[in-house]
């Protein structure tokens, strides 16, 4: 699977913006789609998003819970995140992810993903 990440810019504090993620192909049920970012400065990539293609489940990062949401486009191979209230903190290099074999206990963890996007630059203005 090959993905596409896209809708990233330049935006101010308090703002919203909406992240698109293209698959090559619509995804297996069992898939898990998720959203990682990367902030300036920082190796790791911290976990945002992710959900089962079937809706199984879906899980948030303390720090977007309620600012942020994952969801998919029924017609088209697209997972999206809406992301509202934006911080400085936000600002970021998002990258989209999947894998059929993630193991629901390590869901934020980069490693279990093995399909990742090319990423797309969030920055949050203050």
């Known amino acids: 699977v090959q993905l596409q990440a896209s809708g990233g810019g330049l935006v101010p504090v308090g703002g919203s913006l909406r992240l698109s993620c293209t698959a090559s192909?619509?995804?297996?049920?069992?898939?898990?789609m998720a959203w990682f970012r990367r902030a300036p400065g920082k190796e790791r990539r911290e976990f945002v998003a992710?959900?089962?293609?079937?809706?199984?489940?879906?899980y948030y990062a303390d720090s977007i819970k309620g600012r942020f949401t994952i969801s998919r486009d029924n017609a088209q191979p697209m997972v999206y995140l809406e992301m509202n209230i934006l911080k400085p903190e936000d600002t970021a290099v998002y990258y989209c992810?999947?894998?059929?074999?993630?193991?629901?206990?390590?869901?934020?963890?980069?490693?279990?993903?093995?399909?990742w996007g090319q990423g797309t630059e969030v920055t949050v203005s203050s």
């Open positions: 992810a999947a894998d059929e074999r993630v193991i629901t206990s390590a869901t934020m963890r980069p490693e279990s993903y093995e399909y």
């Open positions: 192909r619509r995804p297996f049920s069992r898939f898990v």
């Open positions: 992710a959900f089962r293609w079937n809706g199984g489940y879906s």
